[in-house]
């Protein structure tokens, strides 16, 4: 017997990485550990096939809130002949965002020698007396690998599981045995006999790259009893195979306890890193209780060093001139606790060197660790250009429009470049309306006999979203047909975000000819429409066992098995509804709820749904039982939890399940349902340990809900026209902000300057002419775009309507209660977009959750003079058009417009009762009933009171009054 291993460095008592492979026994390597599954990965006898492979992966949490990590119990994964799936848990709200997973994998083993003899013989071996080894007509065990990583959570890892090899072949006329599921070479054939089938490899990757391959086991044969050759497991190419398995060495932890020869303390782990505080934890060592008590810790002095990092030679990097940060006391019989340290104040982008010293209760150093680190950057203002991303071919489709004409080069994929249209972001969903773009129009020249096309500048009616998350675009209403059910194609309007998540659209220019073609005789609009929100959510509670059957259909679970509860759900909606949001509701009773192992959810089928490229069924984790809860005693309890992503606490912050109370999931649910079906078959699945006491532990589930926000999983633009004809002036680049329910609209163009102020008021949907008093530009622009944020009025581009006529991409921030600008400035190591004019701004939750930073996008515009471009008649630049989209990451502002603003000039303001509401009333909120004329409404206090109210919106700046 021969036993090849490779064994790597040891990790907080926990291996980095190892490999095994016993040659030649049937039994597997390492069956010895306690999450080994008898009798995976053991080599098939004699015409028997070789046992399947199996997966086992642990996750360890670290977390500012933990005293120490929480390990949770062991995921197991068997063969199923598809990939499999594991979300790295761990709460995304709370820091740190890399977990340690622990993966450990066995290969299949191989299949038992047979065929062909049909003499009842019994299985000899054969030795080979160069090498000493005993071939045996049995399968060879697979091969075993673990190894340790440090993995986002949030994250996915495919799991496939070998299968055994078989004994016989896949065709009647082969002797050999067939190999195993996912690598496996079938045995050979010499027509006396057949090999046995080699078992499948067993693998675990991440993002299509390999973390970890046990190698399936070879198949029997070359014996006495059965000549022909068995067939090799499954594994890598390219790898050695006599290893048996494969480990991304790059990407495990890396540990110095064995080349450094020192055991206490183990090396420090940064569990939070920005970049101007940071954490750490560590222990006692793995030997801490292998030497005398007088050797114990008793306390940790941890030091900082203020220096940067040195270098002596070209290999050792050192710290010195230490300052002592922390005294730290550690309790000598609990040498596994974990021991943290947190500093503040630090430097960004700079190197420290932190290091840990340890002594015993006489004073003696027990040991030190350093451990070098470098503080992240610190948030910038920086422009990130969107890779948009392409689910179908981007095919030509022709539109009808008229008998003989037809719009070509019309993509369904994403938007052409435009100007003058309008962008709301909601909800992460952006919708763009309009614009002025470039259409191919196609006419058939019947004396020719043939289609002629040509370029034709045209006002847009088109509507797209464009999802912010995934940066897709979906067109919701194209140009194929112009009626009066719908908003005329236009440019330079107004589209404002109302409390109830509608869009409403005021004037523009467009044109009236039948094809809107632009021409010389625009005409400007002064008509109101409205976009109820196309992605409108409906809530929906669905009952897993309901009050009236409790009792009678309560859930009972079993030990040592996985009980599941299935619901079909029908929203009995008119269209078909996703997922906006979810939340799990379970009641249960048990006689011991630390057998609980886990709670799963599962999702319906989705083989035809909106994400039907992905995974048809969808599992994610609510809970996941610790190792150190299975210390505890048992209580009886009655337990009532409720699952969130919006709960304040996370469920991992517990060692022990909490009986009550509302908790973020150990996997996230809108991480894993975001736009799944509604409809369809949910189950909630508890898997119960089986119980290591002499009593059996009952429990029930009593009752289980789905708490569902849906919307439409195909959005649909249905449009309504508030305001035909109207005392209100048409007019087009005019400025519109929402206050409550009502848009106040400033200034803009007809055929002359405006400097009139008006307020809409959308329900009753009349105008009233508001007294306007007289305000400075801001920044002498045209064409500007702006934004209305927690951080203050953000301004964007924009063009010099004298001298050069320059377009800009500089970026303004005005400070509404000290009206004051500040130009932003903007990281250079990164590209940025061109200088533009009506373009278009939103803004979007954090796609930077480790910053939290202000996120914006710019969509399109017109890049004019920059292209020296042919200008037409009409005054633009065809091709000049944009149709990029960039993102604006605002870490750099995000001291802006304090919240001591909000206490200071919001709280009185928004009262009732107070002196500004009652001037409020009677001027910028005047109506005719007030039996008065209207006091002066300002612009500055519009914007204030909008950004008291926390309407945070889009709009063109034009200050013409």
């Known amino acids: 017997m021969i036993q090849f291993v490779l064994l ?130 049995e399968g060879f065990g697979g091969g075993y690998v673990t190894a340790s990583f440090k993995l986002p959570i949030g994250e996915t890892l495919q799991i496939t599981i070998g299968g055994g090899g078989n004994t016989e072949g896949s065709q009647s006329d082969s002797l050999g045995g067939s190999g195993g599921y996912n690598g496996g070479f079938p045995g050979k054939d010499d027509g006396k006999s057949g090999g046995g089938g080699g078992g499948g490899m067993s693998t675990v990757e991440w993002n299509g790259t390999v973390l970890v391959a046990a190698y399936g086991g070879d198949g029997g044969g070359n014996t006495t009893y059965c000549s022909a050759y068995g067939g090799r497991g499954g594994s890598l190419r390219g790898q050695t195979k006599d290893a048996g398995g494969y480990v991304n060495t790059n990407l495990t932890l890396v540990d110095n306890d064995v ?75 609990r040498s596994n606790d974990n021991a943290t340290t947190s500093m503040s104040n630090l430097h960004p982008q700079t190197s420290y060197c932190l290091q840990v010293e340890a002594f015993s209760v006489e004073g003696l150093s027990l040991g030190k660790r350093v451990l070098p680190f ?33 719009w070509c080069e019309y993509s369904s994929i994403r938007p052409t470049g435009r100007r003058g249209h309008s962008m709301a ?51 919701l209403h194209d140009m194929s047909s112009i009626d009066e059910t719908t908003p005329r194609g236009r440019e330079q309007h107004s589209a404002t975000e109302m409390p109830d998540g509608s869009l409403v659209v005021i004037g523009g220019m467009t044109s009236f000819n039948d094809d809107l073609t632009i021409d010389q005789e625009s005409n400007v609009l002064g008509d109101v429409w409205r976009l109820p929100n196309p992605h409108h959510t409906s809530s929906f509670v669905f009952s897993g066992i309901g009050d009236e059957a409790r009792e009678s259909q309560a859930m009972e679970l079993t030990s040592g098995k996985i009980s599941k509860h299935r619901l079909y759900v029908s929203s009995e909606e008119d269209v078909e509804m996703c997922i906006a949001d979810i939340q799990v509701k379970i009641s249960l009773d048990h006689d011991c709820p630390k057998d609980i192992h886990y709670i799963s959810l599962t999702g319906p089928d989705n083989s035809s749904g909106i994400n039907a490229h992905e995974s048809r069924y969808r599992e994610t984790k609510l809970y996941i039982s610790s190792i150190g809860s299975q210390k505890n005693d048992c209580h009886a309890s009655t337990l009532n939890l409720v699952f969130s992503d919006k709960a304040y606490d996370s469920i991992l912050s517990y060692s022990d399940i909490p009986t009550a ?95 009139d102020l008006w307020r809409f008021d959308y329900g009753p949907n009349t105008w009233t002419e508001l007294n306007a008093s007289a305000s400075g530009k801001p920044l002498p622009m045209n064409g500007q775009t702006a934004l209305l944020g927690q951080f203050g009025l953000l301004v964007y581009g924009g063009i010099q309507p004298l001298g050069t006529k320059e377009h800009l991409a500089d970026l303004w921030l005005l400070d509404v209660f000290e009206n004051e600008w500040s130009k932003v400035p903007i990281a250079r190591n990164h590209s940025m977009p061109r200088g533009r004019y009506l373009s278009t701004i939103g803004m979007c939750k954090s796609h930077d959750v480790d910053r939290m930073n202000h996120v914006v996008i710019v969509f399109g515009g017109d890049g004019g003079l920059l292209h020296n471009s042919y200008q037409d008649s009409y005054g633009f630049m065809s091709n000049a058009f944009f149709q990029d989209v960039w993102m604006l990451s605002l870490g750099g502002i995000s001291g802006s417009m304090k919240e001591r603003h909000r206490e200071e000039h919001c709280d009185w303001r928004l009262s009732l009762n107070s002196t500004t509401q009652r001037e409020w009333n009677a001027s910028c909120g005047w109506s005719e009933s007030n039996n008065s004329s209207p006091d002066e409404c300002s612009w500055d206090e519009i914007l204030v009171m909008a950004w008291c109210k926390e309407q945070y919106q889009s709009f063109y700046m034009e200050y013409a009054h």
């Open 8 to 137: 790597a460095f040891l990790l907080h008592s926990t291996i980095a990485w190892r490999i095994e492979q016993h040659h030649p026994l049937q039994i597997p390597p390492n069956t010895q550990d306690p999450d080994y599954f008898h009798p995976s990965a053991v080599g098939g006898n004699a015409y028997k096939q070789g046992k399947d492979g199996a997966a086992v992966i642990v996750s360890k949490l670290f977390s500012k809130s933990m005293d120490e990590p929480l390990e949770l119990r062991a995921n197991f994964f068997f063969v199923n002949k598809v990939l499999q799936e594991y979300e790295i848990p761990g709460d995304r709200f709370s820091e740190p965002y890399d977990q340690v997973v622990t993966i450990k994998v066995w290969g299949a083993g191989g299949g038992g020698c047979g065929g062909g003899r049909g003499e009842e013989t019994e299985p000899s071996s054969r030795l080979d007396e160069e090498t000493g080894i005993v071939y045996l007509s």
């Open 259 to 333: 080349k450094s020869g020192a055991q206490c303390p183990s090396e420090p782990l940064a569990f939070h890193l920005s970049h101007d505080s940071a954490s750490f934890t560590w222990n006692a060592g793995s030997n801490q209780h292998s030497t005398s008590k007088e050797f114990y810790v008793h306390k940790y002095i941890v030091r900082l060093s203020t220096a940067e990092l040195e270098r002596d030679g070209e290999e050792t990097n050192f710290c010195s001139h230490y300052d002592v940060h922390e005294h730290i006391l550690s309790d000598p019989t």
């Open 374 to 406: 470098t503080t992240r950057p610190a948030p910038v203002n920086e422009w990130i250009k969107m890779d948009v991303r392409q689910t179908v071919p981007s095919d030509i489709s022709a539109n009808s429009v008229n008998d003989e004409q037809s």
């Open 425 to 475: 972001v909601i909800n992460d969903q952006a919708y763009i309306f309009g614009g002025s773009t470039v259409k191919c129009g196609c006419s058939y020249d019947s004396f020719f006999n043939e289609t002629r096309c040509s370029r034709k500048n045209v006002y847009s009616d088109e509507l797209w979203q464009f999802d912010t998350i995934s940066s897709r675009f979906s067109l």
């Open 661 to 755: 109370g509302e908790y973020r999931p150990a996997n996230s649910l809108m991480s894993m349902f975001d736009s799944w079906p509604v409809d369809g078959e949910w189950t909630v699945g508890i898997a119960q340990s089986q119980s290591s006491h002499l009593e059996e532990h009952r429990g029930r589930v009593l009752d289980w809900e789905l708490q569902v926000k849906g919307k439409p999983c195909h959005a649909k633009a249905n449009w309504q026209q508030l305001s035909r004809q109207s005392n209100f002036p048409p007019r087009r680049m005019h400025t519109a902000v929402a206050i409550g329910n009502s848009i106040f609209v400033s200034g803009g163009f007809s055929d002359h300057h405006l400097d």
